[in-house]
């Protein structure tokens, strides 16, 4: 299962590491626009988590 940038969760960083290698795997290494708006989400979402600023959802 693909982990979203926009679930309602705050995945965990290993889940959001998951979602970032797989979608290069899918890409073949090659980012379409939209996949390069969802690398940024979730890298900005990993880099969040990985500081602890990410509050849990209420």
């Known amino acids: 299962m693909s982990i979203s940038p926009f679930d309602a969760e705050t995945p965990d ?3 959001l590491n998951a979602a970032i290698r ?3 795997v ?3 290494g090659t980012l379409s626009a ?5 690398y940024q989400a979730l890298v900005t979402a ?3 988590a990985h ?3 990410v509050a849990p959802a209420a």
């Open 13 to 15: 960083t290993e889940a």
């Open 22 to 24: 797989e979608l290069w």
């Open 26 to 28: 899918r890409s073949g």
């Open 34 to 38: 939209d996949g390069q708006r969802i």
């Open 46 to 48: 990993w880099a969040a």
């Open 51 to 53: 500081r602890g600023d």
